[in-house]
């Protein structure tokens, strides 16, 4: 009697945390691999909360310019693809981080909702600031931009980010009257 009340726990309990845990399981599905299932998907679910960490580290590292932070969360091959500055390392991203601030010393970055999923983190986020830096192209306005990343990943960190925000509406607030034009 003892057993099969252990085997009815047993098997709640596994129905529980496989519904949980989203992980649909056929009806002739052995235990085994219904267990194995949702392990897997615990794993996955771990590494996009780690995943998730690393994004919010490196939202605060844009928030502080703590560039000597970088390295913990972002591959060595990172690359950065936006409207504004590609970079292909990390030494870039930093020098950009550092200019950004400089140029903006009031700059903050708000973190507007994030998701993680199998191509990535995305993050929404909103920066703001007074391009009030040094020089004399500084023009004492304010800006405020959201835009969006998707960050990739390889080896638990960070190996690429696509940037995407509206570049004209950036432009306008500081009181650019026509927008760059390419050659291409």
Excluded at 98 to 117: K, R
Excluded at 139 to 158: A, D, H, Q
């Amino acid at each position: 009697m003892k057993n099969l009340l252990i085997a009815a726990v047993t098997v709640f309990l596994s129905a529980f945390m496989l519904t949980a845990c989203g992980v649909e399981v056929d009806k002739d599905q052995g235990a085994t691999e219904a267990l194995a299932a949702a392990e897997a998907k615990l794993a996955q679910m771990a590494t996009y909360d780690a995943e998730i960490a690393a994004v919010n580290a490196w939202l605060e590292i844009w928030g502080n310019a703590d560039v000597d932070k970088l390295a913990n969360v972002a591959h060595g091959d990172y690359k950065r693809t936006a409207p504004d500055l590609n970079t292909s390392s990390l030494d870039e991203l930093s020098a950009f981080i550092l200019q950004v601030h400089e140029a903006y010393p009031d700059y903050g970055i708000t973190n507007d909702g994030m998701a993680a999923g199998p191509d990535g983190v995305f993050v929404q986020w909103t920066v703001t600031g007074t391009d009030s830096g040094p020089g004399e192209n500084a023009t004492g306005k304010p800006i405020r931009v959201t835009g969006m990343s998707r960050n990739r990943f390889s080896e638990g960190k960070i190996a690429s980010e696509l940037v995407i925000f509206d570049t004209g509406f950036a432009a306008t607030q500081l009181g650019a009257t026509e927008m760059p034009h390419t050659d291409d």
